[in-house]
């Protein structure tokens, strides 16, 4: 009896987190709000979320809402903070100009293609980000590259055929339907179970 | 306290997290003697701690096939590049991003970092003049290279800005140069003077040389003048 209230005495270990300067995140273009998950990253910093969402909204009016931004925040100690916001992440580009929402689910499975011109283009996008100056454009497509077949996207010399691309995205999408419906049902199926 | 004991051995019996009692009970010990499968014994050998060391360091020698074929593309690399300047830099630990904006800046001004390990550089130098360079490759090295003469200036130019780079050795073309030397040549203001004044030097040699000749001309003239007034 007295450990148990002994224990409820004892406070808790609180183990203070020390938080770099530097803050990466994707945060939607004019979407940024105090709700989690940035809304903490910002408080435990020490910044003012608020004002912070407000000048990324207003910083990100030009891109259409909700594109995900990767966005880099240098925190000072006087809690003052430089943001620096890059063009929208690769994978979102890529999936834009592949026509796909969803990434492949298993190995080897393609879910869309880009020829290599769409590649130049996304890397000459990509190229203004303050990570990639100076870096040979030859090497960011290469990078693009990779990130194709990590997403499941082949990528071809030749231009798109436009009736097999039309094709081929109609029996993606019924494929993509199939697996949705099948995360759903095995969801449900959990949820039965537990309850 | 019975019961207490009497629960200790029940908890006991059904958990493996409590040490089971030692020595065991002669009962047990003789069930897990007659259980025991007869295999050979095992002789044990003892290694000394020095030869462990030594077959440790030898084994660090030895090359795998995938740093060969590293060392291989590197050297290939190196001679397609026509790289005319390298130098060796004391590499200190650096985070990731600096490194990352340092090497894009570096690459602005014509300078490749590159940081393999130093037995890929050993290698990548093995029987060519450069192994000479073997030894400054010890610790955490890097290497800056420029195709152009002018990127000694350049390179020590922009280690000064890095305090995590440190030039130990320059060479440029075929021969190694001190880094005292390197720094007197990158306190020019471009490679361009040495030529001039190498150009000026030798011409005035030949311009002394002429006027020498000249000169002992000029004066026989001149004697066999007075020679000739004087009768």
Redesign the interface.
């Known amino acids: 009896m007295a450990s148990k209230a002994a224990a409820r005495v004892r406070k808790k270990e609180i183990i203070k987190v020390v938080h770099g300067a530097?803050l990466k995140t994707n945060i939607k273009a004019q979407m940024a709000s105090a709700a989690p998950p940035l809304g903490p990253q910002l408080g435990q910093r020490g910044l003012n979320v608020a004002n912070f969402c407000k000048e990324f909204n207003k910083e990100t009016g030009h891109f259409k809402q909700g594109i995900p931004l990767p966005t880099r925040i240098s925190v000072k100690p006087d809690r003052t903070y430089d943001l620096e916001i890059c063009t929208p992440t690769t994978t979102w580009l890529l999936k834009q100009a592949a026509g796909i929402g969803r990434g492949k689910a298993s190995r080897d499975e393609i879910v869309g293609k880009l020829s290599v011109k769409h590649l130049y283009e996304i890397a000459r996008v990509k190229s203004r980000d303050k990570?990639?100056?100076?870096?040979?454009l030859q090497e960011i497509c290469q990078n693009l590259v990779k990130t194709c077949r990590t997403i499941g996207i082949e990528v071809q010399n030749e231009d798109l055929n436009v009736d097999e691309l039309k094709v081929f995205l109609a029996e993606r999408k019924q494929k993509v339907e199939a697996q949705l419906k099948d995360l759903a049902d095995k969801k449900a199926a959990k949820m039965l179970r537990t309850t | 306290m019975i019961g207490r004991n009497l629960l200790a051995l029940q908890t006991r019996a059904v958990s493996s997290k409590y040490p089971r009692p030692t020595p065991r009970h002669y009962k047990r010990r003789l069930f897990e003697a007659a259980l025991q499968p007869e295999v050979p014994q095992i002789q044990k050998t003892c290694v000394s701690p020095d030869f462990a060391y030594r077959q440790k360091i030898e084994e660090s020698k030895k090359y795998s096939e995938v740093e060969l074929a590293l060392a291989n593309l590197v050297k290939q690399w190196l001679t397609n590049g026509e790289f005319r300047v390298m130098a060796v830099c004391q590499f200190l630990p650096v985070p990731g991003r600096t490194l990352w904006f340092a090497k894009n800046q570096l690459r602005s001004k014509n300078i490749e970092f590159r940081n393999y390990g130093n037995k890929i550089l050993k290698k990548v130098f093995e029987g060519t003049p450069m192994s000479s360079l073997d030894v400054v490759l010890v610790g955490s090295n890097a290497i800056l290279l420029g195709k152009d003469l002018s990127a000694i200036k350049s390179i020590i130019q922009e280690a000064d800005k890095l305090n995590w780079l440190e030039p130990l050795v320059i060479m440029a073309d075929n021969r190694i140069l001190s880094m005292e030397f390197a720094r007197n040549l990158s306190k020019l203001t471009s490679l361009e003077d040495l030529r001039v004044e190498t150009s000026q030097i030798l011409g005035q040699q030949t311009a002394q040389f002429s006027q020498t000749l000249d000169q002992a001309t000029r004066q026989l003239s001149g004697l066999l003048d007075v020679y000739q007034q004087q009768k």
Not at chain 1, 131 to 136: D, E, I, K, S, T
């Open positions: 530097l990570a990639l100056q100076g870096v040979p």
